[in-house]
């Protein structure tokens, strides 16, 4: 090997002018829109799926408004219908499932695995095309009448309404293929791109976490692409499949559906269990409590939940037996997602924690997703979930789940990668009352709705029992707060763009790589040489020691120790020659 | 903590049910109180004190994990155990159970009970264990009892069935639970349990005498049958056309364009098959299932239909309407 004597010798052509980043070397519209960095794909995803959610979210509170009194208040019973549906279809099908890896995975994993860009950028590229396919399909939709359908689609309803019913799933059979080519791309970096040293232990556990997700895509996404083929040839070419006026079976509907959506809360939830534990190192400055156990039961859960579908259809005309199997796996699942909380937990025991707004985030995550969580594990009984089945008590328990889990969970990973994406620090200060602010807004909306559930309030109604008023007026309160946090979120982002503070390549003292070895604004290419790893992830201890650094040394403008760089990797001579 | 979380409870199945959701509850709690304590007080105790702050690594502890593994498993186990154990009971339907008849449809439910009396008020006998054996004249449907704690989904092309015995009088909602189209939330009936006796008396003075008047039946048929979902007669906009002033127009626009004059016949053509013709502005959204109502049953409908206007009746139903009293 004389790589180390053809190190120093080569010339770098890929060194960049001082001053030159991802953002800066090239500002016209169509270096935008035929990009093919990640990191400004990834931009893009950010900015697009930003509009979705605010879109979804205002759907969201026009419900809770109407939902202020018992009666119609504002809006008819088939308004509503067409509300709860776009609300639910934008926010799973266009938010949630490609939020994360679409906007943080794509910007994030290659940096953190030490790679120029994803291993195929034109997929990548490509990837945001189609899911702008399938938002144009979406409007299409809308502007054929309509869906009213939930965003579940169960036949044979969804085959009697609406013109806006095959567009619709036209859009999601489309926008499936761009999460199908994320998972594949990501898959392929994983495996292929890593710096070297970076051995499959040594990977973040966000990076774990996409693994884990990316797999789940690109095995479950299809299913739906099917069911929904499906559903749009049996009402153009009438082929009984799941309309039993055709001879089809309605069951085999929703057999194929929760096929699909189970596993997608996985493809929603594994990645918030990534940031969650890139949060949780970095702000407690420790090592992961039991990283092995972390990764692993990523991956665990990605598999057993292909297996769990059937729980959803406990009343719905699946046999008992079916019934009791499935039960009994959703516990198993149960599991490993418990082990995750405990070892967040034990990970703050003896560290050095410190409470920045995505810290807050995270202590955020652990209380909501815990109650998400022990809820399910409550709708898994089977005789209680005879009684809570299609209540308010599910619609609860998923929002403690992929609200506070995925969304709190984004919303962390978007302030602590912020000055990353944009070079600039967001406002501490209002930071930290938007947290507090939508931590108690959402508490105030979904609480009262399991209790609402619990008493027999069920779900997709316009209209309900005088009863159960002061309840949802308390959760229409509650989302009034959790949208003032959230637009307030919006607020402080947006001037930060141009007003914040200018960031500093580490500012939260992380021992990643995009921290340690990425410039404050990232360079075209990431880095200036790919770096050699040499420790974990989260090598706090280490990271002075192997590194140089000595002790009650520091630097960055708050005094933050900053661990130190990865050494560069010896170039390899083909790569130059 | 019963009453915080739960509805009143007036079945044999609802007591189990609910000792099970709040020993969940309650463990839950523990747990969440252990883990959020745990959370708060290690970020306040280990709280960082100076920027430069370096904590040592912490050991990991085989036995901590695996405890941590362990325990939960054993819980998830209890009461898997315990909610499969009611689930079977809730599922295995007594062979002497009472049975009751659940035609579902948008947006309404009839009962119709062995003697062949329908209702749209369920009315069970206390102490009694019932059975509902439960169809769907179109789309899915739900049946829930919140106080009974049961509820299954009820199907278009089977049957599917529920069983309960209510431990209480007085009257209880039943709702629908899956999602059924622009009334969905206005699917809901009252379930009135009543003593044995009471039952008995009800079900044999709500027998349909052979000669109530037609307009009468038609007028029973109206609320049974679910006409009054979509069909109003006050002339207000429903999802299909109101009665009011209905019979004897002449100016009836079909969505084709054609008009035509309502009269019995259309009246009957529209009742036994609603996709023959559409009126103008409104969608093909008639269930087919009102075939199934005997002559005299749709002959009543129809002259209920024809009181709702006060139009005189068209030519082409002059020198019938003495034919059918």
Redesign the interface.
């Known amino acids: 090997m004389s790589t180390d004597t053809q190190n120093t010798a080569v010339a770098q052509p890929d060194e960049h002018e001082e001053g030159e980043n991802y953002l800066n070397h090239e500002t016209s519209v169509w270096s935008w829109l035929s990009t093919k960095d990640h990191k400004r794909i990834g931009v893009l995803y950010c900015v697009t799926l930003a509009l979705v959610f605010l879109a979804a979210g205002v759907l969201a509170l026009v419900m809770r408004a109407e939902l202020s009194g018992p009666g119609e208040t504002m809006m008819a019973?088939?308004t509503y219908?067409q509300v709860f549906s776009m609300h639910g279809i934008m926010m799973v099908f266009l938010f949630l499932v490609p939020s994360i890896p679409a906007i943080l995975g794509n910007f994030v994993l290659p940096m953190q695995i030490g790679a120029k860009d994803v291993a195929f950028p034109r997929l990548n590229l490509a990837s945001w095309y189609v899911y702008l396919a399938g938002a144009t399909l979406t409007i299409m939709a809308l502007l054929w009448g309509g869906v009213?359908?939930?965003w579940?689609f169960?036949t044979?309803?969804s085959k009697?309404?609406g013109g806006g019913v095959l567009w619709m799933t036209s859009a999601i059979f489309v926008a499936g293929f761009a999460n199908i080519f994320t998972g594949l791309n990501f898959i392929v970096t994983i495996h292929k791109m890593r710096a070297p040293g970076m051995t499959w232990n040594r990977l973040p556990l966000f990076v774990w976490g996409m693994y884990a997700t990316s797999i789940v895509q690109v095995l479950a996404t299809p299913v739906i692409g099917i069911t929904m083929v499906l559903l749009i040839l049996e009402q153009v070419l009438q082929i009984g499949i799941f309309d039993?006026?055709l001879g089809g079976?309605?069951?085999l509907f929703q057999h194929f559906f929760w096929f699909y959506s189970h596993p997608a809360v996985y493809i929603m939830i594994l990645p918030a269990f990534g940031i969650m534990s890139e949060l949780i190192a970095t702000f407690?400055?420790?090592?992961i409590?039991?990283y092995r156990?972390i990764a692993l039961s990523s991956v665990a859960i990605a598999m057993l939940g292909f297996l769990v579908w059937g729980h959803h259809m406990?009343?719905?005309?699946q046999s008992?037996v079916s019934?009791?199997v499935f039960?009994?796996i959703t516990?198993l699942i149960?599991?490993p997602s418990?082990?995750k909380?405990?070892n967040w937990?034990?990970t703050?025991?003896?560290?050095?924690?410190?409470?920045q707004t995505p810290m807050i985030y995270a202590?955020s995550f652990?209380?909501l997703f815990?109650?998400g969580g022990?809820?399910g594990?409550?709708v898994?009984?089977?005789?209680?979930?005879?009684?809570l089945?299609?209540?308010y008590y599910i619609v609860s328990h998923f929002h403690y789940v992929m609200m506070g889990g995925t969304v709190v969970a984004l919303l962390g990973g978007m302030h602590y990668w912020w000055p990353k994406i944009t070079g600039r620090m967001y406002n501490e200060t209002l930071g930290k009352i938007a947290a507090f602010l939508i931590f108690v807004g959402f508490n105030l909306t979904f609480f009262p709705q399991l209790?609402l559930g619990?008493?027999?309030m069920?779900?997709?109604?316009?209209?309900?029992?005088d009863r159960f008023t002061e309840l949802h007026q308390l959760s229409t309160a509650g989302s009034g707060v959790l949208g003032v946090g959230l637009f307030l979120v919006l607020g402080y982002a947006l001037w930060s763009l141009k007003y914040g503070e200018k960031a500093p390549a580490n500012p939260w003292g992380a021992a990643t790589l995009e921290w340690t070895n990425v410039a404050a604004l990232p360079d075209p290419h990431n880095f200036k040489r790919t770096p050699l790893i040499t420790r974990g992830p989260y090598d706090?201890?280490l990271a002075?020691e192997v590194f140089g650094g000595g002790d009650?040394?520091?630097d960055g403008d708050?005094?933050?120790?900053v661990p130190d760089a990865a050494p560069a990797a010896p170039l390899e001579p083909s790569r130059d020659a | 903590m019963g009453d915080?979380?739960?509805?009143e409870a007036a079945s044999t199945?609802a007591p189990?049910?609910d000792s099970?959701?709040l020993f969940?509850?309650a463990v839950?709690a523990i747990?969440?109180v252990g883990?959020?304590g745990?959370?708060l007080y290690?970020?306040y105790r280990?709280?960082?004190?100076s920027?430069?702050?370096?904590?040592?690594?912490?050991e990991?502890s085989k036995l901590?994990?695996i405890s941590?593994?362990v325990i939960?498993?054993i819980l998830?186990?209890l009461?898997?155990n315990?909610?499969?154990?009611?689930?079977?009971?809730?599922?295995a339907v007594p062979s002497e159970a009472y049975e009751i008849r659940v035609q579902a449809q948008q947006w309404n439910f009839l009962f119709e009970y062995p003697n062949g009396v329908t209702s749209d008020t369920l009315y069970v006998p206390e102490g009694e264990k019932v059975k509902m054996r439960m169809s769907s004249a179109?789309?899915?449907h739900?049946f829930?009892i919140?106080?009974f704690?049961?509820?299954?989904?009820i199907?278009?092309?089977?049957y599917?069935s529920v069983w309960f015995e209510a431990t209480k009088e007085g009257d209880y909602?039943l709702?629908?639970?899956?999602?059924?189209?622009?009334?969905?939330?206005?699917m809901?009936k009252v379930v009135r349990v009543v003593s044995q006796d009471e039952f008995d008396n009800w079900l044999e003075e709500a027998g349909t005498s052979e000669d109530i008047p037609l307009p009468e039946l038609g007028k029973q048929l109206y609320s049974q049958r679910g006409c009054q979902g979509c069909h109003s007669l006050d002339g207000s906009e429903m999802v299909g056309p109101s009665f009011q002033g209905l019979y004897g127009r002449t100016d009836h626009e079909m969505s084709d364009g054609t008009t035509l004059t309502v009269d019995e016949n259309y009246l009957r053509e529209s009742i036994l098959k609603p996709e023959a013709r559409i009126v103008a502005g409104y969608n093909n959204?008639m269930p087919g299932s009102y075939s199934s109502l005997s002559e005299r049953q749709l002959t009543g409908l129809i002259e209920f239909i024809k009181e709702q206007s006060d139009k005189e009746p068209p030519a082409s139903d002059q020198g019938q309407t003495t034919a059918t009293n």
């Open positions: 019973n088939d219908n009213d359908t939930g579940t169960y044979p309803y009697t309404t039993p006026s079976d309605p069951v407690s400055r420790s090592r409590f039991g156990a406990f009343v719905s005309g008992v019934s009791i039960s009994l516990y149960g599991i418990g082990i909380v405990f937990v034990a703050l025991y003896k560290g050095s924690i410190w409470l202590l652990l209380f815990s109650i022990f809820t594990i409550m898994g009984v089977l005789s209680v979930d005879v009684h089945h299609d209540t209790v619990a008493k027999g069920p779900r997709r109604y316009a209209t309900y029992a706090f201890h002075d009650g040394e520091a708050q005094g933050l120790r | 915080f979380w739960l509805p199945i189990e049910v099970l959701f969940v509850t839950s747990l969440l883990v959020t745990a959370m290690f970020v280990y709280r960082r004190q920027p430069g702050e370096r904590p040592a690594p912490v990991e901590l994990e941590w593994i939960p498993t998830v186990l009461v898997f315990w909610g499969f154990k009611s689930y079977v009971k809730m599922h179109d789309v899915l739900g829930f919140p106080a704690r049961v509820k299954y989904d199907l278009p092309n089977r599917t909602d709702f629908c639970t899956e999602y059924c189209g622009r009334n969905h939330s206005e809901d959204l």
